[in-house]
């Protein structure tokens, strides 16, 4: 037994190489999915567990800003280069306004107080969501 190990064979060493390599493939394929399509996504806005409106992000690709209180929420949804964010909320911790903008398929800004959500669907996902 006066044999020693090696502290790492090239077996091993190839093994973690290859669990990288697919854990950094994987990695970078969830970056990028979705970022062909962005001007395809849906803007869905529910407040509490209804649908309240849906923008078609491709169709607000300029500055656009939208007043939300019609729609019982205290704010306003900001438009720009196919992304959205809300701003000018009226809640006490204003988490939602941190959130920035969303534009990629189930990013969300929500704000718990006021039972408000903005979810980013794709087409396949909205289309499944509303039933068409």
């Not at 999915?33 to 962005?38: N, Q, V, Y």
């Not at 939602?96 to 929500?110: D, L, Q, R, T």
């Amino acid at each position: 037994m006066s044999e020693q190990r090696e502290f790492m064979k090239r077996t091993d060493l190839l093994v973690i190489l290859v669990l990288a390599g697919i854990f950094l493939g994987g990695w970078l394929r969830m970056r990028s999915r979705g970022s062909d399509t962005d001007a395809e996504n849906y803007a869905v806005m529910s407040v509490g567990d209804q649908i309240v409106e849906v923008w078609p992000l491709a169709e607000h690709h300029n500055d656009l800003t939208i007043d939300l209180s019609s729609y019982g929420f205290p704010g306003k949804a900001e438009f720009h280069d196919g992304a959205v964010r809300v701003i000018d909320v009226d809640c006490p911790d204003k988490v939602c306004e941190s959130m920035g903008y969303v534009k990629n398929e189930m990013e969300a800004v929500v704000c718990l107080p006021n039972r408000m959500s903005i979810i980013i669907y794709t087409p396949e996902e909205y289309h499944n969501l509303v039933g068409d």
